[in-house]
């Protein structure tokens, strides 16, 4: 049974400093996996997807890696701002085509 | 190109009573899931529907809870007789029809269903 955890689960940081996010899970039979973006009382935003033949994907300042043998996926921001602020959720298929979740890391830049 | 969009964004309930949740995918998508985020707790699959057909429906409560995707129309989740741990956001999100699930899910902006 696939679990997918997330660490740590609140990350507090000052304006402009890097970070990374972790991801792990058991299951390291994935085709992808996708990092969403998650404000407030909103709904998720896609940020990266990696397919499994890749290693990583990069989008501006985010760049996610994908270990599978080790079944772990990072997330790095780069020069981190106020406006990054929000929970990142990390997620992997399962079943026929829906996804499943990691719980989630809440991360806020103080400015 | 519009997103997905989900109506009401926010829906009110007595113990009892019937919710009806709509989801509109995305222009050209036929593929339509359906996801339930409890307080405090992460997002959980509940079902996965294409056009007049439910694909996996291995999320969803065995009682009270179904959801359809006609022909025409947005997608539907309905829950009978709410109780107060119904309480939740409810997403819906849509792909396009692209073999092997490799394609990336939109999420609409969750409809959050408070049940008094």
């Known amino acids: 049974k696939q679990e997918v955890t997330q660490i740590p689960a609140a990350l507090s940081v000052p304006e402009g400093e890097n970070l990374v996010l972790n991801c792990s899970f058991t299951?390291?039979?994935?085709?992808?996996l996708q990092w969403f973006r998650q404000d407030p009382g909103k709904g998720l935003t896609s940020l990266l997807l990696?397919?499994?033949?890749?290693r990583e994907q990069t989008s501006g300042r985010l760049n996610a890696s994908l270990d599978k043998s080790s079944g772990r996926s990072t997330l790095y921001i780069a020069a981190s701002q106020p406006g990054d602020s929000a929970t990142y959720l990390c997620a992997v298929p399962a079943g026929a085509n829906n996804l499943f979740f990691g719980t989630g890391t809440r991360l806020t830049v103080i400015p | 190109n519009a997103g997905v969009m989900q109506n009401p964004r926010h829906l009110v309930r007595r113990r009892g009573q019937e919710a009806r949740l709509r989801c509109s995918p995305m222009?050209?998508?036929?593929?339509v899931y359906w996801y339930r985020q409890l307080p405090e707790e992460g997002l959980k699959f509940m079902v996965y529907l294409q056009k007049e057909n439910i694909i996996d429906e291995s999320g969803m409560p065995k009682e009270r809870f179904s959801a359809e995707f006609p022909k025409e129309g947005p997608s539907i989740l309905r829950i009978q007789q709410v109780v107060r741990g119904d309480s939740a956001a409810y997403f819906c999100?849509?792909?396009?029809?692209?073999?092997?699930?490799?394609?990336?899910?939109?999420f609409g902006p969750g409809t959050r269903l408070t049940v008094l």
């Open positions: 990696i397919q499994s033949s890749q």
């Open positions: 999100a849509s792909s396009p029809p692209v073999a092997g699930g490799t394609d990336t899910q939109y």
């Open positions: 299951d390291s039979a994935i085709y992808n």
């Open positions: 222009k050209g998508h036929s593929h």
